[in-house]
């Protein structure tokens, strides 16, 4: 069954440097999100992207993130000067099959823990 | 503006009770889906079920069962017979129609004890 990969599955990094983590979403999919959970937290939303361009986005989603989908299978996320409350897992997920119906559902990669030092 | 609450931020039981966790959502779409999504302590999100806005039959699948009730925007859902292994957190979620956001609950955290 397709699914959504994530690469790094962790990255430890240090403060103001970027970074990049990868997603190569579900082939046929319209949609795709970046989504992070703080640890013990709540799944929050950060943004979703679609047509070449971002559809949404959330009051995290600042100056220091940009989303990029550089060819027809990868979708990036970049925060350009990492901050320790950066540390987080990033989820990438995908939707909206472009050949059958929309029934809703996100699916989720496994997600890429970022450690900020 | 939609938002999702799970009051409950941690419930623990002993195997083989049973349990509900809560939802209650609030959207202005008249259009949407609802879901829940267990997250093991390994931390994948592992999608349990999706429930769009025109369907309120209850649905049960072996152990879980999910009561959507529109009058009162819930979505609860329960383990029937615990086990250790259903020890993990649980997110409610709903999208609107058109896709672009799904917004979580804060997640309630389940411990059950052999």
């Known amino acids: 069954e397709p699914e959504v990969t994530q690469t790094p599955s962790h990255q430890v990094t240090q403060m103001g440097q970027e970074v990049i983590l990868r997603c190569v979403p579900i082939?046929?999919?319209?949609?795709f999100y970046w989504y992070r959970q703080i640890l013990g937290q709540k799944v929050e939303f950060l943004v979703s992207?679609?047509?070449?361009?971002?559809?949404?986005k959330s009051e995290i989603f600042d100056d220091q993130f940009s989303v990029e989908r550089p060819d027809g299978s990868n979708f990036t996320l970049k925060i350009r000067s990492t901050k320790l409350e950066d540390s987080a897992m990033y989820f990438c997920?995908?939707?909206?099959?472009?050949?059958?119906?929309?029934?809703?559902?996100?699916?989720f990669g496994e997600g890429s823990r970022l450690t900020v030092l | 503006a939609q938002k999702v609450t799970q009051a409950q931020t941690e419930i623990s039981v002993v195997e083989k009770e049973d349990v509900t966790l809560d939802c209650v959502y609030e959207?202005?779409?008249?259009?949407?889906?609802l879901f829940w999504y267990k997250q093991p302590p390994s931390g994948e999100l592992v999608f349990l079920i999706r429930?769009?806005?025109?369907?309120?039959q209850n649905e049960i699948s072996g152990r879980y069962s999910w009561n959507f009730q529109k009058s009162t925007s819930s979505f609860n859902f329960t383990i029937t017979a615990s086990q250790v292994v259903d020890s993990a957190v649980y997110f409610c979620a709903l999208i609107n129609n058109a896709g672009n956001m799904l917004t979580f609950g804060g997640g309630t955290r389940l411990m059950v004890k052999p």
């Open positions: 429930r769009n806005s025109f369907d309120e």
């Open positions: 992207f679609y047509n070449n361009e971002i559809s949404e």
């Open positions: 997920a995908s939707s909206v099959p472009s050949d059958r119906m929309n029934t809703g559902e996100l699916f």
């Open positions: 959207t202005r779409d008249t259009t949407y889906y």
């Open positions: 082939s046929n999919h319209l949609y």
